[in-house]
């Protein structure tokens, strides 16, 4: 069988490179030529550990090729992003402009399926815009929602073990959609309807994001208490029913800090958890931005100088180069332009640049900073955490991500 995935991003790409490496001929599908040109020579344009070597693999056996066309196919998959608009009402237009692009190769017996998260009804809406220009195929073609579920970093495992929800407009739908990821996917394969579906990824990203959420509002309550909110989330999660999460600078990345805005958009009256929790680690960003503010100037009454202060970490979350929707990166680039004059190193071991600013290596800004401002758990951090006197040293440390946590 052959099929097209629409969108070679950090989706895409892995799951057409995985799909191919099944026995299934595919054609990746992207707008960008660069990427397409990449792809083809056998190189990744995204950063994850271990796709180099199965992409390099599927492209020298003819598996996978890359065009900024679809062709025909058997199957089609909708994997682009679907981003949020200024007022936090969800965009669909990539997923509208994919699902254009392959209509006209549409046949009788074809599969069309949306993994990209979408808003609740979106897979219906697709199917009225493909039948209101194929009226010929209702009835006779299979289309589904699949959500993806894997982890940045931990794709190519997750891709193959994770459990997947499967949700088709009809029975049959839903079956077509089963019988195609059951050639890659380990983990068992969860029937349903396309709106529950849709929901169940919305759910799980707003899950996180609720128990993200309550981790930070305790980290704020036992700032103010006098509590180290490290040593209570460790007690409070020795009880056998309880699992509270970290709290960090905010919540970033390109899903959790994005999909409950699709629950908010459409149940603005119903959604009240959901909506506070986004205020919450949306406020903890900037909670950590006065905090070291604050530092900043109580330093400069005390000492009679400046400081310097060194922000550790930009990715959104450790041991990864991603800074898309980062808090670390938006609370560093924050406190740049509010104090421009300030002595401000940046140090975030997995990049080599960012925004024309020259970064300091992390070993580096230790030593140099008056002020410590742990804002990633990167490893290297939680290392050097470990082998310094922090306590011993008159740095003044403002740790938001647990690098001390488990200092000994
Ligand atoms: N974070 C905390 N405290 C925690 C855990 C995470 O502050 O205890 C923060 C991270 O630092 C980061 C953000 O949350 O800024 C998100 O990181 P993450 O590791 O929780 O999740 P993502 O965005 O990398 O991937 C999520 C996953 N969803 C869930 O775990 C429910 C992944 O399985 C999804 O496939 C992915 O979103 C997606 O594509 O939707």
New binding site residues.
């Given amino acids: 069988m052959k099929a097209c995935f629409i969108g070679l991003g950090y989706?895409g790409l892995p799951t057409s490179i995985i799909s191919a490496k099944n026995g299934i001929e595919v054609l990746g599908v992207d707008i960008n030529p660069k990427v397409v040109e990449l792809t083809n020579r056998g190189e990744l344009h995204i950063v994850e550990d271990g796709l180099d070597t199965l992409l390099k693999e599927v492209v020298a056996n003819g598996a996978f090729r890359a065009s900024t066309e679809p062709e025909e196919s058997d199957a089609y998959f909708i994997v682009v992003p679907t981003p949020f608009k200024g007022d936090h009402e969800p965009d669909i237009s990539y997923v509208e402009a994919a699902t254009r692009s392959v209509i006209p190769f549409l046949k009788e017996g074809d599969l069309y399926v949306i993994e990209s998260?979408s808003p609740i009804g979106t897979t219906e809406l697709m199917s009225k815009l493909i039948f209101s220009e194929r009226p010929e195929l209702e009835g006779k073609i299979y289309i589904a929602y699949c959500p993806?579920?894997?982890?940045?970093g931990n794709i190519i495992q997750e891709l193959e073990e994770n459990d997947r929800v499967i949700g088709g407009l009809d029975e049959a739908s839903t079956d077509k959609a089963i019988e195609f990821y059951r050639q890659f996917v380990k983990g068992e394969l969860h029937r349903t309807n396309s709106k529950t579906a849709e929901m169940c990824?919305l759910t799980?990203?707003s899950?996180?994001d609720v128990q993200?959420a309550f981790?930070?509002e305790l980290s704020i309550i036992c700032e103010k208490a006098g509590i180290n909110v490290w040593e209570l989330i460790r007690l409070a999660n020795r009880h056998p029913r309880v699992n509270i999460?970290?709290?960090?600078c905010?919540?970033?990345?390109h899903?959790?800090?994005v999909?409950p805005y699709f629950i908010t958009a459409d149940y603005p009256m119903e959604a009240k958890i959901i909506a506070s929790a986004r205020q919450i680690n949306n406020y903890k960003s900037f909670w950590c931005h006065e905090k070291v503010e604050n530092a900043m100037l109580r330093f400069e009454l005390r000492e009679g100088r400046k400081p310097t202060v060194a922000m550790m970490g930009l990715a959104?979350?450790p041991n990864i180069d991603d800074l898309r929707e980062?808090?670390a990166k938006s609370i560093t680039l924050k406190l740049l332009q509010s104090c421009p004059d300030a002595n401000i190193l940046v140090s975030e071991p997995n990049v080599s640049e960012f925004n024309g600013l020259d970064l300091v290596s992390y070993k580096e800004a230790y030593e140099r900073a008056d002020i410590i401002v742990f804002l990633t758990a990167h490893k290297e951090f939680v290392e050097l955490a470990q082998e310094k006197q922090i306590e011993l040293e008159s740095k003044v440390v403002l740790d938001f991500c647990g690098v001390l946590k488990n200092k000994k």
């Fill in positions: 989706i998260t993806e579920r894997v982890l940045p990824k799980e990203n899950s996180r993200i981790a930070n999460l970290q709290p960090g905010g919540v970033g990345g899903c959790i800090a999909d959104f979350k980062s808090p």
